[in-house]
DNA sequence: TTGTAAGCGTTATCAG
DNA sequence: CTGATAACGCTTACAA
């Protein structure tokens, strides 16, 4: 059978013949509005599997006001929370049969713009991704009344719409924990842009979690500064450059056993200055950095980093967009932190 | 006037009714099928600007069969070659009216399942980002038939749909044009790995273009390695550490006075070691990366790095796919070569 | 529980 | 060139 032509899609005209009952059953019946498992329901599946029968999105669309389509709106394709909240998100939709609508807006212009180009197609909801760390343009309070909106990140200082915001802090406590497990006594911290408020609140959450574990730190050693390799390569000299001749024990105060960093491209940074120096990660050094990049994987040794909780931002995201409600919702989610080699193991015990 | 229920959006019939003419020429002067500019046409505009009005996506591709949707298929939103592609289609497909259909897939397996649950929903086209840097899955060849796909990159061994493949040798010839340009007599190359096919023909271009601009090279500059930060600062560490101390001219066959790198990691990681040294970029060494990533905007100086033509891959793929052409169509597509601040400047002229 | 039929908003056909 | 109308494939109210 060499047919020729192109077939063309089956309709539901098509499945409901082969099964022997109306086009009103056969949607029911894929619907799940029917949930009898009887001869019936078997004979449609049946004939809409041997059909390769898929809905058609349009039709349906045009018909039940419901689009199955959850937009997307984020800065940039090649921001790294964004990437990995689309990787996440997609998977998701494709899953349940929903199709994703993706909007990229470097401004909240832009976002403006996208999300009214969005929106005047039929959205079941919307996921967006302030431009800028601000917040939700106010012209789009309107559109809330019409579908549900949820933001993620951003300033999130006042909101009408849902809002998911990720907590750093809570991850510090994560970080320090999970160092003073391994037995380290003293951390430096590489933090990030001296004037923005959220690093300097991590850095005040670095010195309490340093309290809370009996930890030890020296001001010298944790400063502000780039998200750049080259910075955590400088750093890093500095801290362990004069100390990597001495002996590896019994330093706990000269130098420190382990370096948290704002960024995987500062931790990588330093990675390098401390093997260069001839000292060990993570048996000399351990070290944390930040966004779980792909980097962090192809480090040697890969390196412990904080991941932002996409899975858990996408699950939320769509229940409160299913969930029908209409009150403002605020949910804080922490970051993960991801276990490799740059932490493993004990720390050698320096306590003489 | 505070009307407290949201306002339904405008349908055709309204914009009808209020330009006073009927439903079929308000579809005729909005979709351009009719080009007269009399005062009925404007009329239409007019009333369709007053009311807000869009054309309902579903209605117009359930009745036309014209989706005004393409279909983009990637391995990972986080692959860097991926995300810029998305970054620059998005905006093109919004400015056109057109809307984008997202699709992830890690396997050329999930790949294909992708591809169907987009195709089953009607699309002007695909464009495909192969997964593994492999081909489409042969099991898409009839689908083909149905619409225009256009696979970006991967093997492009044997091919029925457009091809679109990015030259990465011609990049080379353009990189060394450059450095050539600047005064430069001596380069190393870092190239990527070792078991590629498409590293050795680099590696063999390389040179080709050192005879051919009549520079100087020594087999123990040049290796294959990791794309890594690491690898970079080590092979730079090699390169620049014996003859850091030496005086700074009349150099060209001690050290290489440009390093060309498979990839802006490695030029990153040799920067940071270069500068390590005491050696200025781009005065001492001039280094140049690849791919463009956003890290080569945040270094000091800012990375002189090779682009994937994301914006004629765009335009491309879209005038092929609205050509109604049948026929397998190749395009063969140079990197952009980036010119920043690592480049920058004529070199020393170090000839005695 | 099932089938019949209306209708979603648009574009295409066809008659005027 | 314009307007009336059918048709796209589906969901759902209503009738059987």
Chains 1, 2 share one sequence.
Request: glycine share 6%; hydrophobic share 40%; aromatic share 4%.
């Amino acid at each position: 059978m060499t047919s020729t032509q192109p077939t063309p899609p089956a309709s539901i005209t098509n499945v409901a013949a082969l099964a022997n009952v109306s086009i009103a059953t056969v949607s029911r019946v894929l619907s799940g509005k029917r949930d009898k498992d009887d001869d019936i329901a078997r004979r449609v599946r049946a004939a809409a599997a041997e059909l390769n029968y898929c809905v058609n999105h349009a039709a349906s669309t045009l018909r039940s006001d419901v689009t199955n389509t959850i937009g997307l709106v984020i800065p940039s394709a090649t921001n790294r929370l964004s990437a990995q909240l689309l990787g996440e998100l997609e998977p998701t939709l494709c899953a349940y049969g929903r199709r994703l609508a993706l909007g990229i807006g470097h401004t909240a212009q832009e976002q403006a713009t996208r999300i009214e180009a969005l929106a005047a197609q039929g959205l079941d909801g919307l996921i967006v991704v302030p431009a800028n760390a601000s917040d939700l343009p106010a012209s789009l309070e309107r559109l809330t009344e019409r579908i549900p909106i949820v933001q993620v990140g951003g300033q999130q200082s006042s909101y009408r719409s849902f809002m998911i915001a990720i907590d750093d802090t809570a991850a510090m406590e994560t970080t320090m924990r999970h160092l003073a497990d391994a037995g380290v006594h003293s951390v430096a911290y590489l933090a990030g842009d001296r004037i923005s408020f959220d690093s300097a609140e991590l850095f005040a959450m670095f010195h309490t979690q340093i309290r809370a574990f009996d930890m030890f730190t020296k001001s010298s050693w944790n400063q502000f500064g780039e998200r750049t390799v080259q910075r955590g390569f400088h750093c890093a000299m500095q801290l362990f450059g004069i100390t990597a001749d001495l002996p590896k024990r019994g330093l706990a105060h000269m130098r420190p056993q382990a370096l948290v960093c704002c960024d995987d491209s500062v931790a990588i940074g330093a990675m390098t200055a401390i093997e260069s120096l001839g000292l060990t990660i993570p048996d000399d050094v351990r070290v944390v950095g930040d966004g779980d990049s792909l980097m962090a994987l192809s480090t040697t040794p890969t390196l412990t980093s904080l991941r932002p909780p996409v899975h858990r931002i996408v699950t939320e995201s769509l229940r409160l967009i299913d969930s029908g409600t209409i009150d403002p919702v605020r949910i804080v989610l922490p970051k993960q932190l991801v276990i490799r080699d740059s932490t493993a193991g004990d720390a050698v015990h320096d306590q003489a």
